[in-house]
T-cell receptor, first 113, second 112 residues
Framework: ETGVTQSPTHLIKTRGQQVTLRCSSQ?????VSWYQQALGQGPQFIFQ???????GRGNFPPRFSGLQFPNYSSELNVNALELDDSALYLC????????????FGSGTRLTVV | DQQVKQNSPSLSVQEGRISILNCDYT??????FLWYKKYPAEGPTFLIS?????DKNEDGRFTVFLNKSAKHLSLHIVPSQPGDSAVYFC???????????FGQGTRLTINP
């Protein structure tokens, strides 16, 4: 059983650019959530996808968008990057049930300069 | 508005002793609480959870206590081991909701 895989592990982008982060769900998991963890803070919920549909969204602007594919892998896209977007982006997958069933990936460290 | 708060950024405990990590919340709609552990360069790992209908849940060396009237929960680790050194996050979920609401985390260091 493979875990959650995120790519890339690190990324440096310039303010105003666009970025795409990728996540491969754990086998058998059909729900994917994305979280942003700023330095010294806890993770903050961005949105969740269930069977390719957005299924809940946190307080993030529309320039944060996502996709989930038929194989349940997912992408997080961020347009018009701002310096405050610098953070660790975590993907978590679940097969349903209580959130304790979430498996987190190791994250993508995004730095915006 | 920080709905889940961990007021101690760091905690240092001697190996073999008890570690107590605390968490407070403000949202009375939360009905499920979790603790996650995070090592550097890894994602958070689920540790233990508790439903709001219980006041205690135990799993080996880890026990979570919930005091609903005080809106407070705590994680006890007994005995503490060097491998327990990590950042611990408290998280909560509203009934019927999907998102985890995390605290800021507490860095636990176990000293030999």
């Amino acid at each position: 059983e493979t875990g959650v895989t995120q790519s890339p592990t690190h990324l440096i982008k310039t303010r105003g650019q666009q970025v795409t982060l990728r996540c491969s769900s754990q086998s058998g998991h059909n729900t994917v959530s994305w979280y942003q963890q700023a330095l010294g803070q806890g993770p903050q919920f961005i949105f969740q996808y269930y069977r390719e549909e957005e299924n809940g969204r946190g307080n993030f602007p529309p320039r944060f968008s996502g996709l989930q594919f038929p194989n349940y892998s997912s992408e997080l896209n961020v347009n018009a990057l701002e310096l405050d977007d610098s953070a660790l982006y975590l993907c978590a997958s679940s097969g349903g049930g209580r959130p304790g069933g979430y498996t987190f990936g190791s994250g993508t460290r995004l730095t915006v300069v | 508005d920080q709905q889940v708060k961990q007021n101690s950024p760091s905690l240092s405990v001697q190996e073999g002793r008890i570690s107590i990590l605390n968490c407070d919340y403000t949202n009375s709609m939360f009905d499920y609480f979790l603790w996650y552990k995070k090592y550097p360069a890894e994602g958070p790992t689920f540790l233990i959870s508790i439903s709001s209908i219980k006041d205690k849940n135990e799993d080996g060396r880890f026990t979570v206590f919930l005091n609903k009237s005080a809106k407070h929960l705590s994680l006890h680790i007994v005995p503490s081991q060097p491998g327990d050194s990590a950042v611990y996050f408290c998280a909560a979920v509203e009934k019927g909701a999907q998102k985890l609401v995390f605290g800021q985390g507490t860095r636990l260091t176990i000293n030999p």
